[in-house]
């Protein structure tokens, strides 16, 4: 079976993940050099330590490729049969969130879930049961997909109720990642393109005074349309402003590995959202262009499985899954050259994060599953029943 595995999608994703853990290393020495040092002051801990969050992410790193293993020996058909039980898990999860004692801040959103002497955030791992189930919702309803009453409202319900949640926290990047994933896997399954452009345009109409109805977006909306006014470039545009500046100085090839300046405390979040600053800086444009190579191959063959799958279930959450990794690295590094909003989410495989990589590790594992059980033929024979399909179709209609 292993035979079979997707060993190029393999090898990028180790490469992007040890990567990821070098540039941890590097970037994150001031930032875990002053958590330490508070450590010491609360006498937690005996000495300051420019490592704290380079072990941490090793650890994350154990923790990813382990579940990655075991997601790719499980078949991924048995998570058909337990997609709906995981999908309300998973939601459930977000639910205790809001509950005082569990549910953290950090930042803007209540993102983080307390439980013992666990820290997670449940919204990376609901990304992935969000995919198993709706697929199966998809694949249950392949024939009216297309219309409008049973097809497109239906889903636009499904979408609402899946991402009400993650938008009360409230987390606006999870939210647009939500939003991409169901979108393209609703017009992969044969949604109307029209539908989809309708439904965009309503969202847009009645959901941007409610997003706007929060300070702290107004605030991000404000920083990404003026980013050159002193007066919010030095206050909340102070995040983009310093991202600019790293990537600017990176220039072709870096100020070298280890050498930035902008991670001393210069940088907000230079460990995990701005950390695509940090490399731009240390390595410089041709080597960064590396980088986004391997996103690019990754994503390729992440397409190239669902192409091949051997059924609908495996083509829905293989394109699911690659579309989840696409749309967050965009995003991430639309944010860093202020092209987007501030949103929030990190950089896969890369920014520090135990949720984010451990969850993306576990959909690389499904992704390596489907590839095993992919060939030509089981694609190629896929492709000539929808075309014969399509021709009695035809031929019914004209008869």
């Known amino acids: 079976m292993f035979r079979r595995a997707d060993y190029l999608l393999l090898g990028v994703s180790l490469v992007l ?12 020495v001031f930032e875990s050099y ?14 300051p330590s420019n490592a704290f969050y380079l072990w941490r992410s090793f650890l994350h790193v154990l923790v990813g490729l382990f579940a990655m293993l075991v997601m790719s020996i499980i078949p991924y058909r048995v998570w058909e049969r337990y997609a709906r039980t995981i999908f309300f898990l998973s939601m459930a999860c977000i639910v205790l969130l809001f509950i005082p004692g569990l549910g953290n801040t950090y930042g803007t959103a209540r993102s983080w879930l ?11 791992f609901f990304k992935i049961s969000f995919i198993f189930y709706l697929a199966v919702w998809l694949q249950k309803r392949e024939s009216d997909i297309s219309t409008f009453k049973e097809g497109f409202i239906p889903f636009c319900i499904l979408l609402c109720l899946s991402t009400f949640l993650v938008a ?35 969202a847009g109409v009645l959901g941007l005074p409610i997003i706007l109805n929060e300070q702290y977006v107004r605030n991000r909306f404000l920083a990404f349309l003026n980013p050159s006014d002193p007066s919010i470039s030095e206050g909340i ?13 990176g ?16 940088l907000p979040e230079v460990q995990s959202d701005t950390i695509f600053a940090a490399m731009a800086e240390e390595l410089g444009f041709m080597r960064l262009l590396i980088v986004m190579g391997l996103f690019a191959v990754l994503i390729y063959r992440g397409y190239h499985i669902s192409r091949n799958a051997p059924d609908r279930f495996g083509f829905m959450i293989a394109t699911g899954i690659t579309t989840w990794i696409a749309a967050q690295t965009i995003i991430n590094i639309a944010v860093n050259l202020a092209l987007f909003p501030l949103t929030g989410i990190t950089l896969p495989f890369i920014s520090y994060g135990g949720s984010s990589l451990i969850s993306v590790l576990m959909g690389v594992g499904v992704l390596l599953n489907i590839s095993m059980h992919s060939t030509e033929e089981n694609a190629q024979f896929r492709r000539t029943a929808r075309i014969t399909r399509t021709k009695l179709f035809q031929r019914f209609v004209h008869d």
Do not use: C, W
Not at 237 to 249: D, E, N, T
């Open 237 to 249: 545009g102070f995040q983009i402003k310093q991202a600019l500046i790293a990537i600017g100085s």
């Open 34 to 47: 002053q958590l330490t040092t508070r450590f010491v002051t609360q006498g937690l801990q005996s000495e």
């Open 251 to 266: 220039g072709l090839f870096g100020v070298g590995y280890g050498k930035s300046i902008q991670k001393f405390g210069y």
């Open 114 to 124: 307390h439980l013992g002497p666990f820290n997670f955030q449940p919204s990376e």
């Open 168 to 202: 009360m926290q409230p987390d606006l990047g999870s939210f647009l990642i939500f939003s991409a994933i169901g979108v393209v896997m609703f017009f992969i399954a044969g949604g109307n393109i029209f539908h989809l452009i309708l439904g965009a345009s309503a």
């Open 17 to 28: 993940t040890l990567f990821g853990l070098a540039m941890v290393s590097s970037v994150s």
